[in-house]
Structure formats: C-alpha cells, structure tokens
C-alpha cells in the first residue's frame, strides 16, 4: 500500500498543484492526506488539477482563519469508502482494499498546539481506531 501524507502549508501556493499531480500521477497512491491545505472552500477546479482523470475521492475540512484544513484523496481504483467521520479537526474514514480484501481505518487529524486538548478528546477520537501508525 502507498500513501502520501504531507502538510502542504498552502494548497494554493504557486507549484504544489502541478508537483502534487506529477507526484500522484508517478506513485499511484492508494491515499493522500494533505494537512494546512489552508483554503476555506476548496473549488472543483483545484482538485481538477490534482487528478485530472478523477481516480480518486476527495473529502476535505475547511482551514480555520489562516491555518489548517485538511484534503484526503482515495484511490478509487484500489480502495472502497465504506463510512467517514469529520470534526473539526480530523476526518477519519472505514476504507476496503479490493486487492487484500482487508479493512482499513484511515485518520488524518491536525493538531492546534496553541489550543489545550485534553487527554479524553484523543482518546475518544482513537477509540474505534484499531491500529494506528504514527508518522513524523
């Protein structure tokens, strides 16, 4: 399985439409998990520029003022969407791989460090997540 998890600071920026694509275009991820998209409303138009072919599905949560915002991608090709959940700052989806026949649960989430989280809202947010990656 490949995946493409990047915190992009600015979708809009000059260059990352064109890098993104030439980057999806070359791996063929089965996923992609942009962070600090920092749009408020994503317009088709972008994501035509990401997968002009439109093999994938795309969710996003909007930026909040002038950071975050989250944009997933999944590659229709290899992946089903059984179910997906947003917050405010996470989206989270119950994904099948048509190739493995396994399940998989996918969690994009950002993380304000000026806000205090408490320990219950992770815990409550990882709950019905059965194994999780961490990736830094």
Same mark, same amino acid.
């Given at each position: 399985m490949k995946g493409l998890i990047w915190n992009c600071r600015g979708i809009r920026k000059t260059g990352v439409s064109s890098f993104l694509k030439d980057l999806i $275009?070359?791996? $063929?991820?089965?996923?992609?998990?942009l962070q600090e998209t920092i749009v408020g409303n994503l317009e088709d138009h972008v994501l035509a520029k990401l997968d002009p072919q439109k093999n994938y599905l795309w969710k996003w949560i909007p930026a909040r003022g002038r950071s975050g915002g989250i944009l997933t991608g999944i590659n229709m090709d290899k992946l089903e969407v059984g179910s997906f959940r947003e917050g405010k700052y996470m989206l989270q989806?119950?994904?099948?791989? &048509?190739?493995? &026949?396994l399940k998989w649960n996918f969690l994009m989430c950002i993380v304000q460090l000026k806000r205090k989280i408490k320990m219950n809202s992770w815990l409550s947010l990882l709950a019905s997540v059965t194994r999780v990656w961490i990736l830094s």
């Open positions: $275009q070359e791996h $063929q991820f089965h996923f992609i998990g989806m119950n994904l099948w791989d &048509k190739a493995l &026949k």
